[in-house]
C-alpha cells in the first residue's frame, strides 16, 4: 500500500492526514493549533507541520500542501522573511483596494484581467499596503509567495525554486485563471516594482522532493484542495462555515463577474472555481453562544425551538467587516427587536439564519453565472451543527447533503499527491460518504426578502458615508 500524506495549513490550525493512494483512507493524522491572528510569522506554520507530522511521515512517498489562499510571504534576496505574512482576513489594505480599482480601470478592467474585483482579502491589495505603510520593509522584499508555496519550499528544504499552482495564484491579483498568465503590470503598479513570483506548477506535477526522499505534488489552495478532496461533480456547490464562509463549484470555463461578488479562481485539476467568500461563518455562531453563555450544542437547542424568522429578528452578521458585499468597516447588525421577541432562542435562530442568508446570496450569485446547481455540499465546522442542518435547505434552497466529518482541504491535498504519484491523467477516484439533511418545511423566502432589504439598507448608508 503506498501511502501519501495532505497538509491543510489553514488560518487556524495546521492538519495533516496519511492516506492510502489508491483508495483515500485516513490511516494517520496529526495537528497542531495556531495563534488567532490576521498577521503570523510563517516561522508558526513550520513549527505546526513539524509537530503536527511528527511520526507520520514513515513510509510516505508524496505529500502535497493545500494553503490558505491569499497570504502575502515577502522574502529577502536571502529568502528569509521580510515580515510576518499578512492573512487573507487582514483588513487593514481595505483602501488600498480601492485605489487600485480606481487607478486600474475599475471593475470590468479588472475582470477582464485577472478575473477579479480588488478587495482587502487579495495578495495584491496587501503588497500596495506594505509599500504605503512599511516602505523601509518593502525595499526589502525581491520575491513574494503564498502560504502553501512557501510551505512547499520549506519541505524541499529551499533546494529548488519556489513553485505555485494555477488554483493558489488565481487568488493573488496578479494571474489570470483565464489565460493562465501573470499580469506582471499589476503587480508592479500595486508595489511600484517588479518583484520575484513562483512558477506554474501543473495540476499533477512533481516540484521537488523533501530531505528524505518525498515527492512533493503543486499543492493548492485550500477551497481548491476542498473542491478535489470532496469529488465535486457537475451540479455540485460546496457551502464551507469554517472560519470563512465560501459557496464554490467547478466550472468548465472562467467566470467574470464585475459586481465582485463572484470571484473567478482556477481549480486544482485544470479547470475553474467560481467562488463567493465571506468573513463571517462559524465563528458568527460561537459569538452568539458566548454572547447567551451557552455552548455550541445548547445554542443549536436554542435555535431549534425558535421557528423560521426568529420571530422577527434578523442578523447581519459583519462581526469581523465583510469581504462580500464588501464592507471592511461594517459591524454586525441586528434589526426587529422588541420585548416580545427578545428571547435567548430567537437570537440563537438568528444567529444561524444570518450566518446562512449571505451564503445563500452566494449561492445564487453563483448560479447566475451559468453554473449547475443540483445539491449543496455542507462541510465545515457549523456543518455539524443539528440547527444549521435543519434550516440549511430551507434558506439555500436546494437539497443539502453533509458529507462525512472530514478534513477535506487535506484530504484533496492528499489526493493531489497521489495523482502526481501515479503519473496518470486523471486523479484517482476516491469516495466520499453524505447524508442527506432534512428538507425544510418552512418557507424562508419571507426571511431571505427581509434580510435582503436590511443588506441593501446598510450597503447604502455605507456607500453614502463613504462619499461624505
Not at 489562499?69 to 482576513?89: E, F, K
Not at 440549511?392 to 478534513?407: F, Q, T
Amino acid at each position: 500500500m503506498a501511502l501519501v500524506a495532505g497538509v491543510d495549513c489553514s488560518t487556524q490550525s495546521t492538519k495533516v492526514l496519511i492516506c492510502d493512494s489508491e483508495t483515500g483512507e485516513v490511516v494517520r493524522q496529526g495537528r497542531a493549533p495556531h495563534p488567532d491572528a490576521t498577521e503570523v510569522d510563517p516561522a508558526i506554520w513550520w513549527s505546526a507541520l513539524q509537530e503536527s507530522s511528527s511520526g507520520l511521515l514513515d513510509g510516505v512517498e508524496a505529500m502535497a500542501v493545500g494553503g490558505q489562499q491569499h497570504g502575502m510571504v515577502t522574502l529577502d534576496a536571502d529568502g528569509q522573511v521580510v515580515r510576518p505574512a499578512l492573512l487573507w482576513n487582514d483588513t487593514r489594505s481595505a483602501d488600498a483596494a480601492t485605489e487600485l480599482l480606481d487607478e486600474l480601470g475599475g471593475p470590468q478592467a479588472w475582470v477582464d484581467a485577472v478575473g477579479l474585483v480588488p478587495v482587502a482579502s487579495f495578495t495584491i491589495t496587501k503588497l500596495r499596503w506594505l509599500a504605503e505603510h512599511e516602505p523601509d520593509e518593502a525595499k526589502r522584499v525581491e520575491q513574494v509567495l503564498l502560504p502553501h508555496d512557501w510551505l512547499t519550499w520549506k519541505l524541499s528544504g529551499q533546494s529548488i525554486s519556489p513553485t505555485t499552482d494555477r488554483g493558489d495564484a488565481s487568488g493573488t491579483g496578479y494571474w489570470s485563471a483565464a489565460t493562465g498568465e501573470y499580469r506582471m503590470d499589476f503587480l508592479r503598479h500595486a508595489f511600484g516594482r517588479d518583484l520575484g513570483v513562483p512558477a506554474i506548477a501543473a495540476p499533477k506535477a512533481i516540484v521537488g522532493h523533501t530531505p528524505d526522499g518525498i515527492a512533493l505534488a503543486a499543492g493548492t489552495g485550500d477551497n481548491m484542495a476542498a473542491a478535489l478532496g470532496l469529488g465535486l461533480g457537475p451540479g455540485d456547490v460546496v457551502v464551507s462555515l469554517g472560519t470563512s464562509g465560501t459557496v464554490f463549484a467547478v466550472a468548465e470555463g472562467p467566470t467574470a463577474d464585475p459586481s465582485g461578488y463572484v470571484a473567478g479562481f482556477a481549480d486544482a485539476t485544470g479547470r475553474f472555481l467560481p467562488l463567493v467568500c465571506t468573513l463571517n461563518a462559524a465563528r458568527v455562531l460561537t459569538a452568539a453562544a458566548d454572547l447567551l453563555g451557552v455552548d455550541l450544542d445548547r445554542l443549536s437547542e436554542l435555535a431549534l425551538a425558535s421557528t423560521a424568522g426568529a420571530g422577527g429578528l434578523t442578523l447581519l452578521p459583519y462581526l469581523d467587516g465583510e469581504r462580500t458585499p464588501d464592507l471592511p468597516d461594517e459591524t454586525g447588525r441586528i434589526t426587529g427587536l422588541t420585548r416580545a421577541n427578545a428571547r435567548p432562542q430567537n437570537l440563537a435562530r438568528a444567529a444561524v439564519e444570518g450566518m446562512l442568508l449571505g451564503l445563500a446570496d452566494g449561492l445564487d450569485a453563483v448560479r447566475q453565472h451559468g453554473v449547475p446547481v443540483r445539491r449543496a455540499l455542507l462541510i465545515g465546522g457549523a456543518a455539524m451543527s443539528p440547527a444549521v442542518r435543519a434550516v440549511a435547505s430551507g434558506i439555500l434552497g436546494v437539497p443539502v447533503e453533509v458529507p462525512a466529518p472530514g478534513e477535506y482541504v487535506a484530504l484533496g491535498a492528499a489526493r493531489q499527491a497521489a495523482w502526481a504519484l501515479s503519473g496518470s491523467d486523471e486523479a484517482p477516484q476516491w469516495s466520499v460518504a453524505a447524508e442527506k439533511a432534512p428538507d425544510a418545511a418552512d418557507d424562508y423566502a419571507p426571511v431571505r426578502a427581509r434580510y435582503a432589504q436590511f443588506r441593501t439598507g446598510v450597503q447604502e448608508l455605507s456607500a453614502r458615508q463613504n462619499k461624505s
